[in-house]
Nanobody, 122 residues
């Protein structure tokens, strides 16, 4: 499965960026797609996620500023980031969680992109 992020870069504080993540290569249904980030010296954290049904979840630190959306036809997920601050500087990773249904139940399989760097200057 291929997971490829794009859209990172350098932006001034208060600015906006849109990240995109294209996925392909799986025969299973996507359960959830999401964005995580990891700042230097910190653990990777969830930024936002969206289920196949459209339910979303956001980290408290980005609520009201970031918006996640997805194109189910293209298996693509987007992250619109507004009012960026230096605290948003991190490598942003795209996650795709597939749902695999078997006679024994269902399991989930996670796929990750290599990440895209977002740098916000003050």
């Amino acid at each position: 499965v291929q997971v490829e992020e794009s859209g990172g870069g350098l932006v001034q504080a208060g600015g906006s960026l849109t990240l995109s993540c294209a996925t392909s290569g799986s025969i299973f249904n996507i359960h959830t797609m999401g964005w995580y980030r990891q700042a230097p010296g910190k653990q990777r954290e969830l930024v936002a996620s969206i289920t196949s049904g459209g339910s979303t979840e956001y980290a408290d630190s980005v609520k009201g500023r970031f918006s996640i959306s997805r194109d189910n036809a293209d298996n693509t997920v987007y992250l619109q980031m507004n009012t960026l601050g230096p605290e948003d500087t991190a490598v942003y990773y795209c996650n795709r969680r597939d749902e695999i249904v078997t006679i024994e139940g269902r399991v989930f399989k996670d796929y990750w992109g290599k990440g895209t760097l977002v740098t916000v200057s003050s």
